[in-house]
C-alpha cells in the first residue's frame, strides 16, 4: 500500500479530515500492527493534533470510525486475540515542551473537581513516560495466565509466551497477592542492548544473512521482539518491564492512593521505576519535568516525557474520562529525537589516515533540543544499507549527546530517478585513487600527506589539547595555511614567521602573535604528547603513554622491531606494525627530525621498570586546584609512576589528591574513608617510594 495523498490545508475542512484520517490509518497501520513506522512519533503526533484540532472546530465532522476515537492497532494474524476486561487507553499529550504543559494539566484538574484558589495543592504521582510497548498482565491465583498488547484497546494480541521469557515479570506472585490482579506497564529495550542487538544484526547482514535488518530505536526492536511468532527469538532480546498501573484487583485492597498501588506493586515482585515520585501542586510538576529532562540521557532506556496522575484513587474516580482519556492523568513529552529532513546531498571527507566519510547534508531540523545540518553515514557499506540518495526524506535522530544519524529513508517519497551513492574512485580533494583493502569496510585516500585533507587533519591532531598543544590553531587557521601553500608539513609550522601570519586574511597582528607565542610555548612538550601527536594510526593517548614509559626514548622506539614493540603492556600485532610501518617510511622519520630541529624537545628518560613506578596499582582520584600542578601534569605524574587516575571516588580508590575548592568528591573520601593527600603529600610520597 502506497502512502495516502493529502492534499494541502487550502481543501475544505471536510476533504482535509477525510485525507488525514487516511493518512493517520496508515500510519499507525504500519507503526502498530507491522512494527515497521515509516515516520517519526513527531510527525504522526502533528498530522493527529490537526485532525484532532478540525474535529474540536467542526464536531459534525468526528465520525464514529475517526482514528482519534481509537487507540491503536490492529490485531496480527498469528496471535489469538485478548479481549481485554477493563480497556486499555491512552491518556491524553502535551506536546507544549515548556512548563505551561504542567501548569495548564494541574488548573484543568482543579476546575473539574470545583476547586478554587483557596483550596489547598493536589497531590500527584510523578512517573516516566517508557518508550516502549504497553502490556497488559493477567494473573490468576498468583499465576501468570494471560498477557496481552494494546491492540485497538479493546482487543489486543495473546503474547503469554513471549512475555514469559521475560526475566523481569514475575511468573508467579507471592502468597499475599490477591486472586484476581491484571498489571498494566510498558515492555522495553535498554539502550545498551539495543545497541548490541543491532550489532549483532548489522554482523549477520554483513555475512550475507537474507531477511535480516536493524531496527530504528529500541521501542521498535522491542515491539519486534514482543510480537515475534517463535518465542525462542524473543528470549534473544533482553527485553525489560516496567509496571505503571491496575486494571483489575479482587478483593480489592485498603489502598487510597494510586502511590501505594505501586508501591504494592514493588512488593509483589514488579519493577517501578525508582525516579517514580510524589509532587504537590503545579511547580512540582514542572520541577520534575525539567529534573528528568535534564537526567533524560543518563537514564539506561528511552522515555519521550513524564507523566503525572491524580495520587488519591477516589478523585481520579470522580475525574472519570473524556472522549476515552482519562481526565485525572497527562504524558507531558520532551522535544521529540526524530525528526523528518531531507538530503541536499551526500559530501564524502577526508580524514586524518585518509578515511573516506559519507556525511548527508540536510535542510537544517530542529531534533533533540539542537540544529541539525550534517549527519554522517559512517561508510559507503552503510549508506547503501540504508539506501540514503539526494533528494530523499529522512528520519534524522539526535538521542542526548549522540552525535545525529539518519535512521531510516521514506522511499516512498524518493525523486524518481535518485542514483544510489557511490563512493568515488579518486579522492574528493586530492584526486589520488581511493582504496578499500580487503575485508576492510573503510575506503582510503592513497595520498597520504600529499592529500591536503589529511595534512589538514594531521596539522589539527598534533596541536590538539591532549597531543602536543598549539592554542589557537584550529580549523580556520589551517585551512588557511594549508590553502596559501605556507605549511606543507608538521616542521613548517615552527618556520612560519610573524609576517607571514599577519598577511592572512582576517588575522590582527595580535592574533599573529598569539599564535607565534603558542608555537614556541608548544616546543616544550612531553614523549607521550608528541608520540600521540605524531598521528601514527591506531596509537591513541594510553598506548603512546605505555611505550614512552617501556622505552623512554623516542629513537628506541623508532628502532623497535615488532617483536620488541609487542612487548609493551597493552601493545599488539595491529598497533606494533602499524608502529613499525610509520617510522620505516623514511618521511615520517624526516619529520621527527626536522620537528626537533626546529626546537621541539621532552625529557627523554631511562626505560622504567617496575621498582621505577612506585606507585603501580594504585588509583587515584583528583579533585580541586593544586598549588603549583596542574591537573594535566598531575594526571602525567601520576601516570609515570605507574598510577591510575579515576573519574571518581569509590571503595577501590587508594588517594584523593584534594587541593583548593574540592568538592564532593572530597566529602566521598572521607565518608568511605579513602586516604586524602594534597600536593606536598603527593611528593613526599612520591620522594618516599620512588
Ligand atoms: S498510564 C489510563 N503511565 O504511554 C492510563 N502510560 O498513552 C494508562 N506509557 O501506550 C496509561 N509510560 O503504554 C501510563 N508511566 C506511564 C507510562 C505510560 C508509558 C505509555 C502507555 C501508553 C501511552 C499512554
Known amino acids: 500500500m502506497n502512502t495516502p495523498a493529502l492534499p494541502s490545508s487550502a481543501h475544505a475542512p471536510s476533504e482535509r ?5 487516511a493518512l493517520l490509518d496508515y500510519h499507525a497501520h504500519r507503526y502498530h500492527t507491522l512494527d515497521a513506522p515509516e515516520i517519526p512519533d513527531a510527525e504522526y503526533d502533528r498530522l493527529f493534533c490537526e485532525l484532532q484540532a478540525i474535529e474540536a472546530a467542526h464536531p459534525s465532522l468526528r465520525t464514529p470510525d475517526s482514528i482519534t476515537q481509537r487507540v491503536g492497532g490492529q490485531v496480527l494474524a498469528g496471535f489469538a486475540p485478548v479481549r481485554h476486561q477493563v ?24 476546575r473539574a473537581l470545583g476547586l478554587s484558589d483557596a483550596d489547598p495543592q493536589l497531590e ?3 512517573e516516566l513516560k517508557f518508550d516502549g510497548l504497553a502490556i497488559s498482565l493477567r494473573y490468576e491465583n498468583g499465576v501468570l495466565v494471560q498477557a496481552g498488547t494494546r491492540g485497538d484497546g479493546e482487543v489486543g494480541e495473546d503474547v503469554t509466551n513471549n512475555i514469559r521469557t521475560i526475566g523481569q515479570i514475575p511468573l508467579r506472585l507471592p502468597a499475599d497477592a490477591p486472586a484476581l490482579l491484571e498489571v498494566r506497564g510498558e515492555v ?6 539495543f545497541e548490541a542487538l543491532n550489532d549483532r544484526q548489522r554482523a549477520k547482514i554483513a555475512a550475507g544473512a537474507k531477511g535480516e535488518k536493524t531496527f530504528v530505536n529500541p521501542r521498535n526492536a522491542a515491539a519486534g521482539a514482543v510480537r515475534q511468532l517463535d518465542s525462542s527469538v524473543t528470549a534473544q532480546r533482553p527485553l525489560s518491564f516496567f509496571a505503571y498501573g491496575v486494571a483489575q484487583i479482587a478483593p480489592a485492597p485498603a489502598l487510597q492512593t494510586h502511590f501505594a498501588l505501586l508501591q504494592q506493586l514493588k512488593s509483589w515482585g514488579f519493577a517501578v521505576a525508582e525516579q517514580t515520585a510524589l509532587a504537590r501542586g503545579a511547580d512540582e510538576l514542572v520541577a520534575f519535568y525539567q529534573r528528568i529532562g535534564a537526567a533524560r540521557w543518563q537514564l539506561p532506556f528511552d522515555i519521550d516525557g513524564v507523566v503525572y496522575k491524580v495520587n488519591a484513587l477516589a478523585l481520579q474516580q470522580r475525574l472519570g474520562f473524556v472522549t476515552r482519556e482519562p481526565r485525572w492523568a497527562l504524558a507531558h513529552k520532551y522535544p521529540a529525537q526524530e525528526q523528518l529532513s531531507t538530503v541536499l546531498a551526500i559530501d564524502v571527507q577526508v580524514g586524518r589516515t585518509g578515511k573516506l566519510t559519507p556525511v548527508a547534508r540536510l535542510a537544517p531540523v530542529f531534533v533533540g533540543g539542537v540544529t541539525v545540518t550534517n549527519a554522517t553515514l559512517h561508510n559507503e557499506d552503510e549508506a547503501r544499507r540504508k539506501d540514503v540518495r539526494v533528494g530523499d526524506t529522512v528520519i534524522v535522530r539526535r538521542a542526548g549527546d549522540v552525535i545525529p544519524e539518519v535512521v531510516a529513508v521514506l522511499p516512498e517519497q524518493r525523486t524518481p530517478g535518485a542514483a ?24 582510503r585516500c592513497s595520498g597520504g600527506l600529499y592529500c591536503p585533507a589529511q595534512r589538514k587533519q594531521a596539522m589539527l591532531h598534533y596541536a590538539q589539547r591532549r597531543a602536543v598543544e598549539v592554542e589557537g590553531l584550529g580549523e580556520k587557521l589551517v585551512d588557511q595555511l594549508v590553502d596559501a601553500g605556507l605549511v606543507n608539513t608538521l616542521p613548517d609550522l615552527y618556520r612560519l614567521g610573524l609576517n607571514a601570519l599577519a598577511r592572512l586574511d582576517r588575522m590582527a597582528d595580535k592574533s599573529a602573535q598569539n599564535i607565534v607565542a603558542a608555537l614556541e610555548k608548544s616546543k616544550q612538550t612531553t614523549l607521550p604528547r608528541f608520540l600521540f601527536g605524531l598521528g601514527i594510526r591506531h596509537v591513541g593517548e594510553a598506548s603512546a603513554k605505555d611505550l ?3 622505552f623512554g626514548r623516542l629513537d628506541r622506539i623508532m628502532n623497535a622491531s615488532v617483536e620488541q614493540l609487542l612487548q609493551v603492556k597493552d601493545i599488539g600485532p595491529v598497533l606494533a606494525h602499524s608502529i613499525r610501518s610509520f617510522f620505516d617510511q623514511p618521511h615520517n622519520r624526516e619529520v621527527v627530525e626536522q620537528l626537533r630541529a626546529c626546537g621541539v624537545h621532552w625529557d627523554e628518560q631511562e626505560p622504567t621498570s617496575a621498582p621505577e613506578r612506585p606507585l603501580l596499582g594504585k588509583t587515584f582520584v583528583l579533585t580541586g586546584s593544586l598549588p603549583s600542578l596542574s591537573r594535566q601534569q598531575a594526571k602525567d605524574m601520576l601516570e609515570a609512576a605507574g598510577a591510575k587516575v579515576a573519574a571518581s571516588v569509590s571503595k577501590k580508590t587508594d588517594y584523593v589528591l584534594a587541593g583548593e575548592a574540592a568538592g564532593g568528591k572530597l566529602e566521598q573520601a572521607h565518608a568511605l574513608g579513602v586516604a586524602v593527600l594534597d600536593e606536598a603529600g603527593l611528593r613526599a610520597l612520591l620522594a618516599q617510594t620512588g
Open 17 to 21: 479530515a477525510a485525507a488525514l484520517r
Open 87 to 110: 480497556p486499555m487507553l491512552s491518556i491524553g499529550t502535551e506536546t507544549d515542551t515548556s512548563a505551561n504543559g504542567a501548569r495548564a494539566f494541574d488548573a484543568r484538574v482543579r
Open 124 to 126: 500527584y504521582v510523578t
Open 188 to 193: 522495553y529495550l535498554r539502550r545498551d542492548a
Open 420 to 443: 544510489a551513492f557511490r563512493m568515488p574512485s579518486q579522492c574528493p580533494v586530492c584526486a589520488s585513487a581511493v582504496l578499500r583493502e580487503a575485508g576492510e569496510v573503510e575506503h
Open 548 to 550: 614512552a614509559r617501556h
